[in-house]
T-cell receptor, first 109, second 115 residues
Framework: SQELEQSPQSLIVQEGKNLTINCTSS?????LYWYKQKYGEGLIFLMM?????EEKSHEKITAKLDEKKQQSSLHITASQPSHAGIYLC?????????FGQGTRLTINP | DSGVTQTPKHLITATGQRVTLRCSPR?????VYWYQQSLDQGLQFLIQ???????AKGNILERFSAQQFPDLHSELNLSSLELGDSALYFC??????????????FGPGTRLTVL
């Protein structure tokens, strides 16, 4: 079965700094989702990537899928307190999603 | 607001009891998915229904069951509850039955505490 590993598991950055979260798959990714979860709340869809080399941006968040389609990165530019939360990568689509363990992001003022 | 609703928001019960979690998908979505999120296991897929029929099963215990009704809302039944069943239970919905990469919209979750 496919497994996703996220790194780092937690991240503390100062407000205004850039950061990157990585998601590595044990198998080729045919669809990669990024979700954000506020502590104890539901998941908010951020982006979906499908093609090797694809890159998508939404506001200050950019996600990329590498050419080999086994790794994705999520980059936040000029972080803000509103970016704090848990970021999850997920893959699947054929009936279910498999998720990484999540990266807990804390933004310090 | 994703458009997916879940009730109740919180549930506290005792070991051995049975509870029912309810989910209403987004208008127009035919697929409903159930997930369990715990600290040690992360977010795990339990089961999927599409238009009333079970389509996929994940790590769902035999003590757990689910169904999707004609109005497309879904219920997850958890019985003979154990301490380890304490978790956040999420429902998600999507338009299709999962043959393509459809975005899944997640509800706010039900936090179950078993004492």
């Amino acid at each position: 079965s496919q497994e996703l590993e996220q790194s780092p598991q937690s991240l503390i950055v100062q407000e205004g700094k850039n950061l990157t979260i990585n998601c590595t798959s044990s198998k080729t990714l045919y669809g990669l989702y990024w979700y954000k979860q506020k502590y104890g709340e539901g998941l908010i869809f951020l982006m979906m990537l499908q093609k090797g080399g694809e890159e998508k941006s939404h506001e200050k968040i950019t996600a990329k899928l590498d050419e080999k389609k086994q790794q994705s990165s999520l980059h936040i530019t000029a972080s803000q307190p509103s970016h704090a939360g848990i970021y999850l990568c997920g893959t699947g689509g054929a009936q279910k999603l498999v998720f990484g363990q999540g990266t807990r992001l804390t933004i310090n003022p | 607001d994703s458009g997916v609703t879940q009730t109740p928001k919180h549930l506290i019960t005792a070991t051995g009891q049975r509870v029912t979690l309810r989910c209403s998908p987004r208008s127009g979505d035919l697929s409903v998915y159930w997930y369990q999120q715990s600290l040690d296991q992360g977010l795990q897929f339990l089961i999927q229904y599409y238009n009333g029929e079970e389509r996929a099963k994940g790590n769902i215990l035999e003590r757990f069951s689910a169904q999707q009704f004609p109005d497309l809302h879904s219920e997850l039944n958890l019985s003979s509850l154990e301490l380890g069943d304490s978790a956040l239970y999420f429902c998600a919905s999507s338009v299709g039955q999962g043959k393509s990469y459809n975005e899944q919209f997640f509800g706010p979750g039900t936090r179950l505490t078993v004492l």
